[in-house]
């Protein structure tokens, strides 16, 4: 079979990590830096798959255009795959692969940045500083050490950020649907209903998956009935959040600060150089605005470590396919 594999949405840092994991592997790589369309699909023209990141969009009518070039495999570098129609994927015989999991470290720690960063100021006291400003005036935080952390959805990553907020002296109290009785009793936490993790939590973070019961969980009920001045983090899923009430929140002074790592309609901007342009996204614009929210571009993933297991990961399951073998992450939808 045909080893080309024709990458989409590609960034520097991308051709650095999959080409050092290729010296394992020989695949025959072509690098676009354009995203994944139904006009750009004949570049993967005879592929063995195509690989793409999380905002490369394989609808209907791309995996229509993928079928016609005769590519048999979709390889997504992510985890997520909500970005891809698996029903019209499966209807045209095409495989969809993913990473289920590069480094959780990586995302939780990245949950921890911006929680520090937030409660400490350090983004607006670097600014004050590189200006000649030392005051203090506006930077207060708050002791993390006894304050209460509430976490949505109790993963891989998840349970590496609870460790880390128990370590700060942090309680904890979580929801899942599926609760791990036996981590909980390990770290010190306990599960509880999202009502009281509402009420109860100082800081909120978010890592659960995205489905149909998820999307925009966090509105203004729900920002209604968190504690006032609440802390909240998104490093899961933009439209975990419904934004026009996370600005409300801001506004009205329910939300006391925010750190994204992820937005509803980020596609659009994230991972692109928009500095010489006006932002007309009139949502982010009003996002950005705020000094007590940290917006960073979809960046939870993005260490040395985990972009190595991202592109050792990828290849293999693009080899599994190659040979035939059992496909160890597949993601299919109903035909």
């Known amino acids: 079979m045909n080893t080309k594999i024709a990458f989409f949405g590609t960034k520097p840092y991308d051709r650095e990590s999959f080409d050092r994991a290729n010296e394992a592997f020989g695949f025959d790589i072509h690098y676009y830096k354009g995203h994944l369309t139904p006009e750009s699909a004949i570049l993967a023209q005879g592929a063995a798959a195509v690989c793409i ?40 015989g095409i495989e969809v692969v993913r990473v289920p999991a590069y480094s959780p470290y990586a995302v939780a720690e990245h949950a921890v940045a911006l929680m520090l960063s937030l409660n400490r100021k350090i983004h607006r006291a670097y600014w004050r500083t590189r200006d000649g400003n030392f005051a203090l005036h506006g930077l207060m935080g708050f002791d993390m050490h006894g304050k209460t952390a509430g976490i949505i959805g109790t993963g891989k990553i998840a349970k590496i950020l609870i460790r880390i907020l128990r370590g700060f002296g942090m309680e904890v109290v979580a929801y899942d649907l599926y609760p791990d009785r036996k981590f909980a009793e390990e770290v010190g936490m306990r599960y509880v209903t999202l009502e009281e993790l509402y009420a109860v939590s100082d800081i909120i973070s978010l890592h659960c998956p995205l489905t149909d019961e998820t999307r925009y969980m966090i509105d203004s009920a729900a920002i209604e009935r968190m504690k006032p001045g609440v802390m909240l983090i998104n490093t899961g899923r933009g ?51 705020f000094n007590n929210v940290i917006v960073t571009s979809h960046q939870g993933f993005f260490t040395r470590e985990a972009l190595a297991n991202i592109a050792e990961t990828t290849l293999s399951n693009i080899q599994e396919f190659v040979k035939g073998m059992p496909l160890s992450n597949a993601v299919r939808g109903d035909k």
């Open 239 to 289: 439209q975990l959040i419904h934004t026009q009430a996370l600005i409300d929140g801001l506004k009205e002074k329910r939300v006391g600060a925010a750190g994204l790592d992820v937005y509803e309609e980020e596609g659009d901007y994230f991972y692109e150089d928009k500095s010489d342009k006006i932002i007309d996204d009139d949502t982010l614009a009003r996002l950005l605005s």
């Open 53 to 92: 990141f999380v905002n490369d969009t394989a609808d209907e009518a791309v995996i229509r255009a993928l079928k016609a070039q005769q590519v048999p495999l979709i390889a997504l570098r992510c985890a997520g795959f909500n970005n891809v129609d698996l029903k019209a994927a499966a209807r045209e």
